[in-house]
């Protein structure tokens, strides 16, 4: 019997990518043949980097860690539609708590009732359990250290974002 070929997007804001982002992307690694990271463009979102900037953060960290089974995308719309035009079979999607159990495994139902599509859920590691985009930004705002929090590329871009913005 011949193995399967599975693709699968990690879709997401990133605004910006954490340390928590690319630990579910490292570990999603070994389950799929091919990881899409898939930024989304919201219009919604008070965002704090453009899509383009998010999306170069994250292919200089893909390339630095020589991540060769691993794309980013950009996309608008609905994440199901992106899947289904990358034809990709599942979708990957962290969890750090019980609120994210919930409002992931609604979408996840709704997700796979739609289109079929499956999705797979990666615990984050203990030690980004608590980190958050949101956190990020609001800790980086008010002058924190997020070394362990963030790969450095985007520490330096959030200082250079920041100081723009002062």
Known sequence: MSKKYVRAIFPGSFDP???GHLDVIKRG????????????RSPVKNQLFSFQDRVDMIAEII???????????SF??????????????VILRGLRSLTDVQYEFQL?????AVTGIETIFILTSEQYGFTSSTLIREVANLGGDLSKLIPINVQERLKKRLSKEK
């Open 17 to 19: 990518i954490t340390n």
């Open 29 to 40: 690694m070994n389950l799929f043949d091919e990881l899409i990271i898939a930024v989304g």
């Open 63 to 73: 390339e630095k860690e020589k991540m060769q089974s691993v794309s980013v995308e």
């Open 76 to 89: 608008a719309g609905l994440t199901v539609e992106y899947a289904a035009s990358k034809q990709a079979n």
């Open 108 to 112: 996840a139902m709704t997700n796979r």
